[in-house]
């Protein structure tokens, strides 16, 4: 009779694997809080990690934001876009709040340092998040108010508003009504994590889609997407390797990251075959067609 029992090596996979799916520790585990929860045996280099992460989330939109104020506009920066990278980092943002709120709580017992260490994941989300909110404010100040975006910056912030206040609100329900470790908080807080992921799906599928349908890199940065791509890599080890945090939390990133590779492949496609050198020197475009065309005008004006 075949032994149905797993092997050895079955059983370290599948131990490495849950390992990396679950987070380091529990929060809800019975036991003393500060002890179990607030260790205080982080490595130094997973605090470096950590803070440098915190510090590039930042550094990395600065430019953007630099730019806008030098050139004291928004032409191409649509509204319907900030409003999803928004939303979705918002959401990305609630749920590893809600998940590590043990540690959060535990804040006021212990050493603001002790805490700050398994808090580096949530301050590292946090910070992605706030460092690309001024888009709004620039949205605001610099877009024309008799273009056709001027309403669409009003309707996505508003929402933007509505839908973060309804769901801080629901948040805080839970946490005061039902606990840190309540079913429903664990639901909700998985729930953000998933609400972000399709976020990300929609907010990279247009862009995809118009790449491809125009056969042309547009204005489109290939040395933003060069950083983008290993910055984003980083935060998805970060979060699932060093700092063990729900599937929930990363998954989102790992899609972002996927989809920032489908569309940098592409540009780089289209670069190099979209071109042809002729017998006179000059170069013909392989892929030649109306909407390529128009994408190509649009994209020099």
Known sequence: MKNCRPSAEEISVHRRIKKILMPATDPCSDGDLQTNILRDDVALWNIALGVVLIVGSVIAVVPQ???IL???STAGISPLWVFLSQINQYCSFLNVVLLNFPFIRSCSVVSFGACSKQLLAVYQIFATWLAGFPLFMWQ????DRKS????GVIYSFALFVALAFILLFVSSYLLESKGDCSYPTKVFGKAMGICSVIFTVIQWAPQIWKTWTSKSEGSFSIIML???IPGSMLIVFYL???SKQDFSTWIGFVLSVI?????LAMIIYFKCVNKKPNRDGSEESLLSSPEHDQYSNYSKE
């Open 65 to 67: 934001h630099i730019s």
């Open 240 to 242: 699932a390797v060093v």
């Open 70 to 72: 030098r050139t004291g």
């Open 148 to 151: 056709k975006d001027w309403k």
């Open 259 to 263: 989809a920032q590779i489908i569309l």
């Open 140 to 143: 605001f100040l610099y877009t």
């Open 226 to 228: 060069c950083i983008q």
